[in-house]
Nanobody, 128 residues
Framework: QVRVVESGGGLVQAGGSLRLSCTAS????????MGWFRQVPGQEREGVSC????????YYADSVKGRFTISRDNAKQTLYLQMNSLKPEDTAIYYC?????????????????????WGQGTQVTVSS
C-alpha cells in the first residue's frame, strides 16, 4: 500500500522560510517523479514544483521561481521543498504527489492528473 505523508507546514511571517518534507512508502521512490502542489480553499489546486526521479530536472511555477527549491533524497525516500521569502499569497495547503512518468516540460510535468499518489497535505500560513 502506497503512503505519502507531508510535514513541515506551519505559521510564518512574510519574508520567512519553511521547509516541507514528504515521505513516500510502498513504492520504489527512486522510480517516481515527485511534485508539490498547493490549494487555497475555494480555488483550484495548482502545481508548484516537480522533480525527475534522478533529480536531473526540475520545474517551478512562475509564482515561486527564485524563492522555492525542490530536492529529493532517494535513499531516504524523501522529497523536500525549501520555501524562502514567503509571501501571504503562498498561504495554502501543500500537497506532495508521485507519478511514474516524465515528459520534460513544465506544462506537462506539473499537470495534476498525471500524478497517481497523493498525500493529505500540510497547511502553510504566511502572515503579513
Amino acid at each position: 500500500q502506497v503512503r505519502v505523508v507531508e510535514s513541515g507546514g506551519g505559521l510564518v511571517q512574510a519574508g520567512g522560510s519553511l521547509r516541507l518534507s514528504c515521505t513516500a512508502s510502498g513504492l520504489t521512490f527512486g522510480h517516481y517523479a515527485m511534485g508539490w502542489f498547493r490549494q487555497v480553499p475555494g480555488q483550484e489546486r495548482e502545481g508548484v514544483s516537480c522533480i525527475r526521479w534522478d533529480a536531473g530536472s526540475t520545474y517551478y511555477a512562475d509564482s515561486v521561481k527564485g524563492r522555492f527549491t525542490i530536492s529529493r533524497d532517494n535513499a531516504k525516500q524523501t522529497l523536500y521543498l525549501q520555501m524562502n521569502s514567503l509571501k501571504p499569497e503562498d498561504t495554502a495547503i501543500y500537497y506532495c504527489a508521485a507519478k511514474n512518468s516524465w515528459r520534460g516540460g513544465v506544462s506537462a510535468d506539473l499537470l495534476e492528473p498525471a500524478y497517481t499518489y497523493w498525500g493529505q497535505g500540510t497547511q502553510v500560513t504566511v502572515s503579513s
